[in-house]
T-cell receptor, first 111, second 114 residues
Framework: IAGITQAPTSQILAAGRRMTLRCTQDMRHNAMYWYRQDLGLGLRLIHYSNTAGTTGKGEVPDGYSVSRANTDDFPLTLASAVPSQTSVYFC??????????FGSGTRLTVV | GESVGLHLPTLSVQEGDNSIINCAYSNSASDYFIWYKQESGKGPQFIIDIRSNMDKRQGQRVTVLLNKTVKHLSLQIAATQPGDSAVYFCAENPGGTSYGKLTFGQGTILTVHP
């Protein structure tokens, strides 16, 4: 089934540890996005990539980094996790002008 | 509709009623708007979209209205069903250099009672 695969689905992480959230799409979409979702704040953009080899900062990029080595994969890395990064993380891709597709999310708890 | 704060707006309706969910957007340059439905434990699911050159668009049981004068968007769901219970988000696509980077509203919790 075409779409976006995120892994892991959930994770409990000790503060200070490094963590990479994986995102893979099989739709050959050029643009990909990482959002975090916190209750009462909606989804906020962390980082984005308009095409393979390029990345950009969104609304809340601090503490996160991304890479886009190829079209399909867009991993999000927390270099040193802090409790305020406890959230649900969604990866999304966009095909053409419209047509956003979201993954099922990764629920991350930093303790 | 939208509000600032930690508590999501809520809407409770009876099965069969029509539901109206409101959203105020912020960027007058936004040219594309989307409504998403999000069920517990799942990612946002596309419902309907509208471009800024339109003021109304209809889908199956859903209608989106856009009022650019007051920067307001609404989602109407006809004959609401228990399966419609979810959190609904509006999203705007800013123009210019921010094109493609959706900005989401806070969300509204819709509860449909049988």
């Amino acid at each position: 089934i075409a779409g976006i695969t995120q892994a892991p689905t959930s994770q409990i992480l000790a503060a200070g540890r490094r963590m990479t959230l994986r995102c893979t799409q099989d739709m050959r979409h050029n643009a990909m996005y990482w959002y975090r979702q916190d209750l009462g704040l909606g989804l906020r953009l962390i980082h984005y990539s308009n095409t393979a080899g390029t990345t950009g900062k969104g609304e809340v990029p601090d503490g996160y980094s991304v890479s886009r080595a190829n079209t399909d994969d867009f991993p999000l890395t927390l270099a040193s996790a802090v409790p305020s990064q406890t959230s649900v993380y969604f990866c999304a891709s966009r095909g053409g002008i419209f047509g956003y597709t979201f993954g099922s999310g990764t629920r991350l708890t930093v303790v | 509709g939208e509000s600032v704060g930690l508590h999501l707006p809520t809407l409770s309706v009876q099965e069969g009623d029509n539901s109206i969910i409101n959203c105020a957007y912020s960027n007058s340059a936004s040219d594309y708007f989307i409504w998403y439905k999000q069920e517990s434990g799942k990612g946002p699911q596309f419902i309907i979209d509208i471009r800024s050159n339109m003021d109304k668009r209809q889908g199956q049981r859903v209608t989106v209205l856009l009022n650019k004068t007051v920067k307001h968007l609404s989602l109407q769901i006809a004959a609401t069903q228990p399966g419609d219970s979810a959190v609904y988000f509006c999203a705007e696509n800013p123009g210019g250099t921010s094109y493609g980077k959706l900005t989401f509203g806070q969300g509204t919790i819709l509860t449909v009672h049988p």
